[in-house]
């Protein structure tokens, strides 16, 4: 059903059928890099945090970590992940295939600078066996996403 949703989601952009399905689990940026054959520094992670009551996605570069001083400096807030067990019912979809794509109403997403060394990321589409390539801008555009901001750190 989450597939569907990011697929209705997607069609209003004229791009639903670019999503990739794969017979393998595409659930970690590693698994996800491997079914789609590229390196995992371009798989858009998407990340589910609590910020007071409500649920926030910040899409990142797979090698991105989330920096917890620049988190606070952006949101006013400690980083707190939503607990694995509450993803699906805050989101709208299962870890494994949280996507910017036909979430839950209410939820504000953010893509990370990460994301911008790229010509092409490759999110997921609500399954934990699907993903979707697209541009950074394609992606700021279909994901409605609020801005873009700088909260993470690469790996050294």
Same mark, same amino acid.
């Given at each position: 059903?989450?597939?569907?949703?990011?697929?209705?989601?997607?069609?209003?952009?004229?791009?639903?059928?670019?999503?990739?399905?794969?017979?393998?689990?595409?659930?970690?940026?590693?698994?996800?890099?491997?079914?789609?054959?590229?390196?995992?520094?371009?798989?858009? =992670?998407?990340?589910?945090?609590?910020?007071?009551?409500?649920?926030?996605?910040?899409?990142?570069?797979?090698?991105?970590?989330?920096?917890? =001083?620049?988190? =606070?400096?952006?949101?006013?807030?400690?980083? =707190?992940?939503?607990?694995?067990?509450?993803?699906?019912?805050?989101?709208?979809?299962a870890p494994g295939g949280v996507c910017p794509f036909g979430i839950n109403p209410g939820i504000d997403v953010y893509l990370d600078v990460s994301l911008e060394r790229f010509p092409t990321v490759f999110p997921a589409c609500g399954s934990a066996n699907s993903a979707i390539e697209l541009t950074p801008e394609e992606l700021r555009k279909c994901s409605g996403a609020k801005a873009v901001i700088d909260v993470c750190k690469l790996p050294e």
């Open positions: 059903m989450s597939l569907e949703r990011a697929r209705a989601h997607l069609a209003k952009f004229g791009l639903d059928k670019k999503i990739l399905e794969f017979d393998v689990s595409s659930a970690t940026v590693e698994l996800a890099a491997v079914a789609v054959g590229c390196e995992s520094a371009r798989i858009a =992670k998407t990340l589910s945090f609590l910020l007071g009551d409500s649920a926030v996605l910040i899409l990142a570069a797979g090698d991105a970590k989330v920096d917890n =001083k620049k988190y =606070k400096a952006q949101f006013s807030a400690k980083a =707190k992940m939503i607990p694995p067990e509450e993803v699906e019912a805050r989101t709208g979809h």
